[in-house]
């Protein structure tokens, strides 16, 4: 019996309620609807009065998390889609992000935040936000690609005394599987080599891992053999799994689903620049989404955001093949 990165992300939350009573859940629709995407189905018949629906106010949302977690709770949030989190924005940046250092206590916040693009998802309901989040001190951003990540990161966020984003991609909610959740193995901050190569580093995360490993797959046909590193978080930056990376390779293309302008993969490629330029053989090559608006039609948004077959042109290029 296999289990979805969804399945596993509702998986956490019911052992985050079970193990720790100060956990709660809150948002629109999280309790017998189940949320947007029933990501808290059953829970709040499992636990009750700890799944909370909340107005429709993601500024009230936060604010009220922020509230509890000063009284010692632990809330996880759901906002409906990342995108709806800008409402909130104030109460993030300007009040979770920034508690501890103005008051010494705590701000033990798990924002959970549906990300990324699906078809016809349009420029309201497919935004890729990560970089706006990594850009504050005092949050930690969380990016998981896989089914074990989506369950073990979500648990460990849950203990961490920071204020968490948590970005996990709607496409991935039903369209990845795993047998079973694996045994933890990583702990937040550390990147993952997902497949280990010698002639280019992919640096990559969320949804875009995937894409990648189907190219890196296809070019081993070939004979060239690429390595994706997995960042599986954003803020930190496991600058160290990307210096030996491409210590290694000599080559380096950082793949992203959001805007290239002030984005992760321009701090990645900085980062490999200040520290270990001489590494390169090769400038290196960032691919992100277009610089617009996400449409809404299936063809364009195929076209705006990259894909296997857009990764691997960008490979050819940065290998001359």
């Excluded at 705590?106 to 016809?120: D, K, N, Q």
């Excluded at 004979?223 to 978080?233: A, F, K, P, Q, Y």
């Excluded at 799994?241 to 689903?257: K, Y």
Aim: net charge negative; aromatic share 8%.
């Amino acid at each position: 019996m296999s289990i979805t990165y969804l399945e596993a992300i509702r998986a956490a939350q019911e052992r985050a309620l079970a193990e720790n009573p100060n956990v709660f859940i809150y948002g629109q629709d999280v309790g017998e609807f189940g949320g947007a995407f029933k990501a808290t189905k059953n829970l709040a018949k499992m636990f009750p009065g700890r799944v909370i629906d909340a107005p429709i106010s993601e500024d009230a949302i936060v604010g009220a998390a922020v509230g509890a977690a000063l009284q010692g709770m632990k809330p996880i949030i759901e906002m409906q889609f990342a995108d709806f989190s800008i409402t909130g924005f104030n109460q993030i940046v300007n009040h979770a992000a920034t508690l501890y250092w103005r008051t010494g206590i705590p701000c033990s916040v798990v924002i959970r935040l549906p990300s990324g693009g699906t078809l016809g998802g349009g420029p309201f309901h497919s935004q890729s936000l990560e970089a706006i989040y990594a850009h504050y001190p005092g949050l930690i951003v969380l990016t998981p690609a896989t089914v074990d990540d989506a369950y073990w990161m979500l648990l460990e966020a849950v203990e961490i005394e920071d204020p968490i984003i948590f970005c996990e991609h709607k496409y991935l909610y039903y369209h990845l599987k795993a047998e079973k959740i694996s045994e933890k193995d990583l702990p937040i901050g550390k990147a993952r080599i997902a497949r280990v190569g010698r002639d280019a580093t992919i640096v990559t995360y969320s949804a875009m891992l995937h894409e990648a490993l189907a190219v890196a797959n296809e070019l081993a046909t070939e004979g060239t053999e690429l390595e994706i590193v997995d960042l599986r978080s954003v803020k930190p930056i496991d600058t160290d799994t990307i210096m030996a990376s491409v210590a290694r390779t000599g080559r380096l293309l950082v793949v992203g689903e959001s805007w290239p302008w002030g984005g992760v993969s321009a701090e990645v490629i900085a980062r490999v620049c200040c520290e270990g330029l001489s590494l390169l053989d090769a400038p290196p090559q960032r691919l992100n989404s277009k610089d617009t608006p996400i449409p809404y039609h299936p063809n364009l948004w195929g076209s705006h955001r990259p894909t296997a077959h857009s990764i691997m042109a960008a490979v050819r290029n940065l290998l001359n093949l």
